[in-house]
């Protein structure tokens, strides 16, 4: 593991915090002795995992109980952090819909788009002038195989990914210049809360599952190293699949023949 401390201070802010691949970053920064600033809605979640993390580590960790949905909480919360020095900015909050694009609510599809696009932008571009100015600073943003390839059923969803992973590829090549490091995360199937209970049976999908904690180490091991973190021989098979052996209509084709048997028919 790379020595995270020595190279971006003692403080980082997680969000999406509170469980998944969130919580498990915050744990592996304790593990390093890195403060860390979590955030998510549950403050109930929150505080659990920070008094674990203080009992096992002996690390104090902030937590902020903030819906990064709404745009103007999001805004607000970046004051309050603002003059705080910190060196890390992990982006792993994020919500999945799924089904049929036409069936789906408005409103919640708006949701996600304000929490996986909006929050992603107001966050990423804070931190990217903080450490631009102190020229120094590494950021994660954690975006989803999803966003690099075709997935009906998951269309919306796909999208707001596919925009996390060109903003952090591109950002790749501009923050460097300002010694700042970016890397996106983009993992496959997960085994967190939000693929547990989101009415697709993922046992008639050919994806093998990944523990948050082996994602999160993965990641934190490359940041500043590569721009892309795709986790795991098999996803890595998949996306140089849907990339170099298919047609981009032909892969799409495959996934939502695949994608349409896993989820719920009420759904389609």
Do not use: C
Not at 19 to 46: C, H, M, N, T, Y
Not at 162 to 191: F, M, R, W
Request: net charge positive; proline share 3%; glycine share 8%.
């Amino acid at each position: 593991m790379q020595d995270l401390k020595s190279k971006y201070g003692n403080k980082a802010l997680v969000t999406g915090g509170s469980s998944g691949i969130g919580k498990a970053f915050a744990i592996e920064l304790a593990k390093q002795g890195i403060a860390p600033i979590l955030v998510a809605r549950s403050k109930d979640k929150l505080a659990a995992l920070a008094q674990d993390i203080w009992t096992e580590y002996q690390v104090k960790a902030q937590v902020f109980s903030v819906d990064l949905s709404d745009e103007e909480a999001t805004l607000n919360f970046i004051k309050e952090i603002d003059k705080q020095e910190i060196g890390m900015f992990i982006h792993s909050a994020g919500m999945e819909n799924n089904g049929s694009f036409i069936k789906i609510s408005p409103e919640k599809e708006l949701s996600m788009i304000k929490l996986n696009i909006t929050s992603t932008y107001l966050l990423t571009n804070h931190f990217a002038k903080k450490m631009s100015a102190a020229k120094k600073g590494g950021i994660l943003l954690v975006s989803s195989m999803a966003g690099m390839m075709a997935m009906p059923y998951f269309s919306n969803y796909s999208a707001t990914k596919a925009y996390v992973h060109q903003l952090g590829l591109s950002l790749n090549t501009e923050l460097k210049a300002n010694n700042v490091d970016i890397s996106v995360l983009a993992p496959g199937l997960t085994e967190t809360n939000m693929t547990a209970d989101n009415g697709v049976d993922w046992s008639k999908v050919p994806m093998s599952s990944m523990k948050p904690s082996e994602a999160a180490q993965i990641a934190l091991n490359n940041i500043g190293k590569k721009g892309t973190i795709i986790p795991g021989m098999m996803n890595k098979m998949m996306v140089m699949m849907a990339k170099r052996l298919f047609s981009i209509k032909s892969f799409g084709v495959m996934n939502g023949m695949l994608m349409k048997k896993a989820i719920k028919s009420e759904k389609l």
